[in-house]
């Protein structure tokens, strides 16, 4: 078994989608970023690749790099899961929070869990997302952003296909 964990933070832009676990919610904001700014799936990217030691999304995939522009940050998620399973990996569960003032997150988790899991190919009840509000404390309580946090735990399957 290898644990990783990621953290990210984006900060609110008028005029942006508000993309949160692959969904869009309706708000009068979004999450500025070079890519959909996806702060949930960056934060599970990251523990992803941190339980295999290779480093993290910003090194995998450069956000100078027009490629990346505007990306779904799902797309990326595929990518990062097709290198765990090259290495002989397989996901045995995600737990993920987001901590988000406002909008209320509640109605859209179970859609934003069937979105990553079946990006990852895994059932749903491997993907836990939870979502707290700051109680008005600090950036994310004055509504200036998003952070999210995630632990990945993977198994090993056996071979290595690099
Ligand atoms: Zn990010």
Redesign the pocket.
């Known amino acids: 078994m290898r644990i990783g964990n990621g953290y ?3 900060e609110f832009k008028e005029g942006r989608k508000l993309i949160l676990g692959g969904v869009e919610i309706p708000y009068d904001k979004g999450l500025l ?1 070079h ?1 959909d ?3 949930l799936v ?2 599970i990217m990251d523990s992803m690749l941190g339980a295999l030691a290779l480093r993290d ?1 910003g090194y995998q995939f450069s956000d100078t790099d027009n490629k990346y522009k505007d990306i779904s ?1 799902l797309l990326l998620l595929e990518k990062v899961n097709s290198m765990i399973l090259k290495k002989g990996y397989r996901i045995e569960n995600i737990d993920s929070i987001i901590a988000c003032q406002s909008p209320k997150l509640k109605n859209y988790i179970d859609k934003m869990r069937e979105k990553i899991s079946n990006i990852l190919e895994i059932e749903i009840d491997r993907v836990s997302v939870k979502a707290t509000t700051t109680e008005g404390l600090g950036f994310v309580g004055k509504k200036e952003g998003i952070e999210a946090y995630s632990v990945c735990l993977l198994k090993e399957i056996g071979g290595n296909y690099d």
Do not use: C, K, L, P
């Open positions: 990210d933070v984006h970023g890519s700014a996806d702060v960056h934060a999304i940050s």
